[in-house]
């Protein structure tokens, strides 16, 4: 159990918006907006 | 005193808000400068006016009360929410605020009318689904607008919505989208600020995480879960179907609100798209979830005889009152306001500009100069300020079921044509037509067996969805494929990135 919660249930609350943040980074680092 | 220090925190917030609408009616020169500041928004400044544009009332208000209600298994709402800016960024927005530089769109609905090759029919539908959706949005805005303004001053309804009413109506009609994105930057700071300042006080205050969650635990064990395994009682709707059908509600229908999307075709520089998406969900996470931790925490301090909560919706303002003196909570007070005013300004913008420029301009009056143009998107602002305003003074007993039907609705005739005609090269204009009303009357009727035949397993906007989807293939598969030069200029393909493709 963490904070009340059980281990699964808490990886998934709160690992799933940090695994968005890292795909989030992958976009901006491959995308390429071309010239303005 | 506490009643004067509440007027002059309230009185100060307007007068911050009239100002900005001043100083930027003085940049407004034409009508690009009006519908899109000038395309001309710096990086923080379309992170904060996206984000506070999707932050409405009911997010702070709604998803607290949410959280009161049903416990952890809606806590996807928090992760779908801000994953909509970062959906509506990159897969709709970076690509068509590319072609949209190239073929100087001012708003969503010239990207359909280009890409369907139809100049009135498409805009017509688009532009009456846009006015119609905001317009009941609208209502609902300027509603939660007066209960907030009811609950700091207790002065009466009718009063409430008249001054909030003009003081959006005037800072919007004199500053456009310069206003709305400057105002939105200081109404986010402030919605973050507060939320990081209080949520902590407020969880520290119901016992700390680990207590708050063994108290919802002896309400019910499912209520630390991350879904309900049946709809087994009127709080436990989160089932893993549902859930799936509010991730296409939130996640991809409410990012193709017009009054979101329109946000991408104002920026300055193409390369904003980069890391604007990990920025806006960023930021938006951490708040929503906090959101909707004080509304587990009020359920904590209920529970155990600490305070009182009338409604659910009232979790978040209650918990507000119980941690801070009299003296102090109008500060805290103003950031309920402001996400709710931060939505309202750019809906009524919206509105002014889809009746300016895609009705009476593209459509009744195509010689109109740019004066003209800026003036009817006033003009309409002020009629929708008016009607939307009478229309709240006394709403309509189904309010809230109207405001989801009209994400159900944006989900059904947005979506589809947004993603076909962008990824799609077979797309057709009678494939779009097709989505979009069979989308709209579908939803309709789905949305009423739900409320008055009998409760649909997933949301009503997914059957509508599906059938918009189907409709999209069918009919465009049978009819005349689109011209190449369309296409061409469209840049339409399956890709994002368009200087590598073409």
């Not at chain 2, 498409?122 to 609902?140: E, K, N, P, Q, W």
Request: glycine letters at 8%; proline letters at 4%.
């Amino acid at each position: 159990m963490i904070i009340g919660l059980d281990d699964t249930t808490f990886f998934l609350a709160f690992g799933i918006p940090v695994l968005i943040v890292i795909v989030l980074l992958i976009w901006g680092r491959i995308y390429n907006p071309g010239e303005d | 005193m506490a009643e004067f220090f509440k007027i002059l925190t309230v009185v100060i917030y307007f007068v911050v808000l009239m100002s900005i609408g001043t100083i930027a009616s003085r940049k407004i020169k034409t009508s690009q400068d009006y519908i899109l500041a000038g395309k001309n928004l710096g990086f923080w400044v379309f992170v904060f006016l996206i984000v506070a544009s999707t932050t409405s009332g009911m997010t702070l208000l709604g998803s607290s009360g949410l959280g009161y209600v049903t416990g952890w298994p809606t806590i996807w709402e928090q992760i779908f929410v801000p994953l909509t800016v970062a959906v509506c960024i990159i897969l709709y927005g970076a690509k068509m605020s590319k072609i949209g530089r190239i073929r100087g769109y001012m708003t969503v609905q010239d990207y359909f009318a280009d890409r369907f090759y139809s100049k009135r029919k498409i805009r017509g539908i688009a532009g009456i689904s846009v006015i119609a959706t905001s317009l009941v949005y609208l209502v609902g805005q300027y509603t939660a607008i007066s209960i907030v303004l009811v609950w700091i001053f207790n002065i009466s309804h009718a009063q409430a919505l008249l001054i909030a009413g003009t003081i959006v109506f005037l800072y919007v009609m004199l500053g456009g989208l310069y206003a709305v994105a400057w105002t939105n930057t200081i109404q986010g700071l402030a919605i973050i600020i507060g939320v990081l300042i209080l949520a902590p006080i407020i969880i520290n205050s119901a016992g700390g995480m680990s207590f708050i969650n063994s108290t919802l635990a002896s309400i019910d064990p499912n209520m630390i879960k991350l879904s309900y395994p049946s709809a087994y009682a009127g709080y436990a709707f989160a089932t893993p179907a549902f859930l799936l059908s509010f991730f296409f509600l939130l996640a991809l229908g409410l990012g193709s609100s017009p009054h979101i999307i329109n946000n991408v075709l104002a920026v300055r520089k193409q390369k904003y798209f980069k890391y604007a998406p990990v920025a806006a969900f960023g930021i938006y996470v951490v708040v929503m979830y906090l959101i909707k931790i004080v509304g587990f925490s009020a359920r904590a301090l209920v529970e155990n005889g600490e305070m009182a909560v009338p409604y659910s919706d009232y979790a978040f303002v209650a918990s507000v009152e119980h941690i801070l003196p009299d003296a102090v909570w109008p500060i805290f007070a103003v950031i309920v306001l402001a996400a709710v005013m931060s939505t309202t300004d750019r809906i009524m913008l919206t509105i002014g500009n889809t009746a300016s420029w895609d009705i009476y301009k593209n459509i009744f009056n195509p010689n109109a100069d740019d004066k003209k143009i800026t003036m009817y998107s006033r003009l309409v602002v002020f009629a929708a300020a008016i009607v939307t305003m009478i229309l709240a003074i006394n709403p309509p007993e189904l309010l809230a079921w109207l405001i989801w039907m009209t994400i159900g609705i944006t989900l059904s005739v947005f979506v589809v044509p947004l993603v076909a005609g962008l990824y799609w090269k077979r797309a057709t204009k009678e494939g779009a037509m097709a989505a979009m009303l069979l989308g709209f009357a579908t939803a309709v009727v789905f949305g009423y067996m739900d409320k008055y035949v009998s409760k649909l397993p997933m949301h009503f906007s997914m059957y509508s969805f599906i059938i918009a989807v189907a409709a999209m293939v069918i009919v465009s598969l049978l009819t005349k494929p689109p011209p190449k030069d369309v296409i061409e200029r469209t840049f339409t393909g399956p890709f994002i990135s368009i200087k590598e493709e073409k």
